[in-house]
């Protein structure tokens, strides 16, 4: 209940100081290049009682806090399918744990070496393990590496850090109770877990699915978006008045929904509040922090924030190794994870709410070390990548020969060309299990690729000794993925002569290129649909005799990772009216 002795104004001023300060702070973190969250943190601090005094920790502080790491469970929950964990295999059984326990050891040692119970160590040395899916998953976006080996390999990694946190809060908040019986505790906690896990994936299939087609069939938005935060809002509710806490309900919400037609309308309907809320929390924390004894040990927070950087890039490269990663891939991704994660300032929150047993100097520390992480997150995956490809280029005038290496009757498709739409031809042949080759002339589409896990040979595939010499002339199609028509034309001869039988797909941009193309007997296409070329993809993999319903799901996980709105339909469709013409 509400203090009766506040008027309305003084009862709102705490939301509306976060509100006008979370987007002047937003703002200010988008001009200078940083992570929104450090952002955040820095604003809170500067309204907090150690600088400006602007606002107090107070209920209405610890309630939209709250609320902020219940949107932001629930959006993880619904990035979390298990067609997705499926999918992912080796990553999610080698390289996710190897990642996570090769750097959640030393960190739990070290902080129990300060003086912490071991049960709060391992839950902030484990947390610490964690890498910030905020951060990572705008990287991926910012750098177009969602469906390359690298990206897809690191949104894995974080799923499985995402399913971990979720024992791990569980394992936190019941500290205060059970701290002393550690085995317990855990075993409690993880128990806990796996039956949530279950009755969710229940409910999504049977319960949430036929419910939002109800609501969708209405075509009211108000209903939908009321619905949509009943249910964050309501699970969160019914968890807690379990036992447990708001966030499990909000992750198990969002675990409900992930199966179903509607994630990414529910993703677009709950996504302002999820951003709005967790800017709150992160200034919350911002709050809490003792500026004076910040500045006092600014060193010992800029050991910190390097401590989680070298330790994690260091083991998390060892991790790729171990798994079979190159050394440009594994460096590229080691970089990339290395920084903390939001959940180590969830955790510590949680500690000093239930418990009360991490000193308030020790939080202040780590919690600034951890932003600092953050702030230099995007700097040192640049760096990881510059590495990366230096590495590659090193490499590149010893890279073997491949003519013995592909056997003549495994007839490859050869992708000429590794630009974003040569790029998803190989992810969409490798998710098929589909034999193929990859090629490219251009030195910095060579190296950037190999420096994103992709297996590339440098060459120009115009080359006709060249082309015979590393498919052992039986490669049943090409994909140019970097057209040229006066080269395509200049060739056009030899490849009709030698193979005559040989499809040859394009991509292209005009109905005039188009033409060219088409003359030269190229299967072309026009971009019509996002990402450009899926169009051409969806093709290929026909004429590869892949069934349909498995190109309709690769064209829908496709809408998944660009996050853009389901046209599985459309696109078959478009590939199967331009058949009916072409025959």
């Known amino acids: 209940m509400a203090d009766a002795s506040l008027t309305p104004v003084e009862a709102l001023m705490p939301a509306m100081v976060l509100l006008g300060v979370g987007g002047a702070s937003a703002l200010a973190s988008k001009f200078l290049k940083l992570s929104p969250i450090v952002g955040y943190l820095a604003a809170g601090i500067l309204i907090g009682p150690h600088v400006f005094g602007l606002i107090e920790e107070s209920g209405t502080t610890h309630l939209l806090a709250e609320l902020g790491v219940v949107f932001l469970l629930f959006d993880i929950g619904m990035h979390i399918s298990v067609r997705e964990m499926r999918e992912s295999g080796r990553d999610m059984v080698g390289l996710a744990p190897?990642?996570?326990?090769?750097?959640?050891?030393?960190?739990?040692?070290?902080?129990?070496?300060?003086?912490?119970?071991?049960?709060?160590?391992?839950?902030?040395?484990?947390?610490l393990a964690l890498s910030s899916t905020a951060v990572v998953s705008r990287i991926i976006d910012d750098r177009n590496l969602n469906t390359c080996p690298l990206g897809k390999s690191a949104?894995?990694?974080?799923?499985?850090?995402?399913?971990?946190?979720?024992?791990?809060?569980?394992?936190?908040s019941s500290l205060g109770d059970e701290g002393g019986n550690l085995a317990w505790t855990m075993a409690r906690a993880a128990g806990f877990a796996i039956i949530a896990f279950g009755a969710a994936i229940l409910a999504g299939r049977y319960l949430m699915s036929p419910v939002l087609r109800l609501l969708a069939s209405t075509r009211n938005q108000e209903a939908f978006t009321a619905a949509t935060l009943f249910l964050v809002l309501g699970a969160a509710a019914a968890t807690y008045s379990l036992g447990l806490s708001l966030t499990l309900g909000a992750f198990l919400a969002g675990l409900t929904v992930s199966g179903t037609a509607f994630r990414h309308q529910v993703q677009t309907e709950t996504g302002p509040f999820r951003g709005l809320l967790l800017s709150f929390f992160f200034m919350s924390v911002g709050l809490m922090l003792d500026v004076p004894a910040l500045l006092a040990n600014l060193p010992l927070v800029i050991a910190i924030a390097a401590g989680i950087l070298l330790t994690k890039t260091v083991l998390g490269a060892v991790a790729g190794l171990i798994n079979?990663?190159?050394?440009?891939?594994?460096?590229?991704?080691?970089?990339?994870?290395a920084q903390g994660s939001e959940f180590t300032l969830v955790v510590l929150s949680l500690l000093m709410a239930t418990s009360n047993i991490v000193p308030p100097f020790f939080e202040t520390m780590i919690v600034a070390g951890v932003a600092l992480s953050l702030a230099i997150a995007p700097v040192w995956a640049?760096?990881?990548?510059?590495?990366?490809?230096?590495i590659v280029a090193m490499k590149t005038n010893d890279a073997p020969a491949p003519a013995n290496d592909t056997p003549a009757a495994e007839g490859p498709v050869v992708v000429f060309g590794m630009t974003d739409i040569g790029r998803l031809a190989v992810d969409a042949l490798r998710e098929n299990n589909i034999k193929f080759?990859?090629?490219d002339n251009d030195p910095d589409r060579f190296v950037s690729a190999s420096a994103d896990g992709y297996y590339v040979l440098f060459g120009n595939a115009a080359n006709m000794n060249f082309f015979s010499a590393i498919t052992g002339k039986n490669a049943c199609a090409v994909v140019v993925g970097a057209p040229n028509y006066a080269v395509a034309k200049s060739v056009n001869p030899t490849v009709r002569q030698q193979y005559p039988d040989i499809l040859r797909f394009v991509s292209l941009q005009s109905q005039e290129e188009r033409e060219q193309f088409n003359a030269l007997g190229f299967r072309s296409w026009l971009s019509r649909t996002t990402p450009p070329g899926v169009e051409m993809v969806a093709d290929l993999l026909q004429q590869m005799d892949v069934e349909d319903d498995k190109i309709a799901e690769w064209l829908k996980t496709i809408s998944e990772r660009y996050h853009i709105e389901d046209r599985s339909e459309e696109v078959v469709q478009i590939v199967e009216e331009e058949a009916a013409v072409a025959a």
Do not use: E
Not at 158 to 172: G, H, M, N, P, S
């Open 155 to 172: 949104i894995h990694v974080l799923v499985f850090q995402d399913i971990v946190a979720i024992f791990l809060l569980i394992f936190a």
């Open 382 to 390: 640049d760096l990881g990548m510059r590495l990366s490809r230096k």
């Open 98 to 127: 190897a990642h996570m326990i090769l750097s959640a050891v030393p960190f739990t040692i070290i902080v129990g070496l300060f003086g912490l119970p071991w049960p709060a160590a391992i839950a902030i040395g484990i947390s």
């Open 437 to 439: 080759l990859a090629i």
């Open 324 to 337: 079979g990663w190159s050394k440009a891939g594994t460096t590229q991704l080691s970089f990339l994870l």
